[in-house]
Nanobody, 125 residues
Framework: VQLQAYGGGLVQAGDSLTLSCAVS????????VGWFRQAPGKEREFVSVISSSGSRTYYADSVKGRFTISADNANNTVYLQMTGLKPEDTAIYYC???????????????????WGQGTLVTVSS
């Protein structure tokens, strides 16, 4: 199973950015896919997750109302649309595939067993 995250970059506070996660090697529509982020000197934290059907989503309180997760099953891709970006959103963003088909999945890194390489998002003030 391989996940590849891309779309990061340098933006200004208040800007928008959309991250993509391409999933291969696993039945895409069977497992929830989530996004995590890790800021310098901090632990990796949960951002959002989408169910295998794409009909259910869950967000961390810190991004609720600003970020939107979605899935394109035809292209095996999960997106994270980020709006109203803040400097505190600066981090490496990782996509990951849950180790279980259950919903909702756990929201710790240990609950996800396949990871992409990460893409850096930098938000300047």
């Amino acid at each position: 199973v391989q996940l590849q995250a891309y779309g990061g970059g340098l933006v200004q506070a208040g800007d928008s950015l959309t991250l993509s996660c391409a999933v291969s090697g696993r039945t895409f529509s069977s497992y929830p896919v989530g996004w995590f982020r890790q800021a310098p000197g901090k632990e990796r934290e949960f951002v959002s997750v989408i169910s295998s059907s794409g009909s259910r989503t869950y967000y961390a309180d810190s991004v609720k109302g600003r970020f939107t997760i979605s899935a394109d099953n035809a292209n095996n891709t999960v997106y994270l649309q980020m709006t109203g970006l803040k400097p505190e959103d600066t981090a490496i963003y990782y996509c990951a595939s849950s180790g279980s088909i259950r919903w909702p999945p756990g929201r710790t890194p240990g609950d996800f067993n396949y990871w992409g390489q990460g893409t850096l998002v930098t938000v300047s003030s």
